[in-house]
């Protein structure tokens, strides 16, 4: 493979900026076995680390990304990296997630496209997955993290933190590896997908596999990408990323460009949505994007365990839980069912916000002050 001849992927060869790598198998090096039947062996974990790790290995803090995010939690655009960090202001030095204090660990999910193994990674035959890379779920994503922590001999983590994907994993961790997490901080988040989100997940999928250009994932062998896919499948998500009330403020009527919609031009809003869905084109695989999306859709963390109640009760960490009051993709209600059959936790903390779902992102002070208030205690 030439290294940069998938935009949007990171590949062997390419400039690693701030990613570790690690080699992770099941235990005793045996394949994952993978809860939809299918295996994986060989699997590369990238992540990222800031802070130090103390003597006890006592410190550590694992942070989990959502969906269109990777190991580069925190840090500007360089070699390596094309976007900056997707939660600044949340890790560092006196941050909520204090480096100074916490080794912070932030890796690469299974099936993502920035140095973990994924649909674009090397086969055993040396060539891209593609088509072939099989079917994984959130708890498949959480057997590698497992993995990628034994592997740095941490037995058991201070805490971890998570917003939507992320925070299913969370989820799933605190539910079968309960002695490994001390608290978590579990934002954005229900206990298993709703009807609502895999239909908005399925569209976009739906909208990668029918541009001509996907090839039936097979793209990489061929000069073209799905990208016109990707960002149609990106523009619906962004809707239910946001809110009707943002989107009234800023692109209705009174707000429109100068560009006359009545005279082939486009409203404002239209714009936006291109802009969105063309930029996450050029960083992002779409063959990752509905393999992980299809993840999201399994998520469930009642299936084989009785349902949704004994799952939950299994919990043994101290739990956080927040929502954004306009989520609409995760509505708060959600979470309130956490805090219900969660053992121990809290009330759900709020975050007012009229950005949607992107809230767990961009409510920085907010957010900030929901971690650093989970992470206060020694």
Known sequence: MTPGAYPGV????????????????AEGGAPFALEAGGQL??????????????????NAVLVLHALTGDSHATGPVGPGHPSPGWWEGIIGPKAPIDSDRFFVVCPNVLGGCQGTTGP???????LPYGSRFPVITIRDQVAVEVALADHLRIDRWSALVG??????????????HPQRVRRAVIIS?????????????SLQARAIRADPAFAGGDYYATDARPVDGLALARGIGQISYRTAAEFDARFGHAAQAAEDPLKGGRYAVESYLEHHGDKLAGRFDPNSYIVLSEAMNSHDVGRGRGGIAPALARITA??????IVSDRLYPLHLQHELARLIPGAGAVTPVESALGHDGFLLEV??????????????
């Open 10 to 25: 990171w590949l062997p060869g390419s400039d690693p900026g701030r990613r570790q790598f690690a080699q992770v198998s």
């Open 41 to 58: 062996s060989g699997v590369t974990v990238a992540y990222e680390t800031w802070g130090a790790l103390n003597a006890e290995r006592s």
């Open 120 to 126: 674009a990674s090397a086969g055993p035959d040396g």
């Open 163 to 176: 917003g939507s994907m992320g925070a299913m994993r969370g989820l799933e961790w605190c539910i079968d």
């Open 189 to 201: 988040v229900g206990a298993a997908a709703s009807a609502d989100e895999i239909a908005l997940c």
């Open 318 to 323: 101290e739990v956080s839980l927040a929502g």
């Open 365 to 378: 002070e907010q957010v900030g002050a929901v971690i650093a208030g989970a992470l206060a205690a020694p």
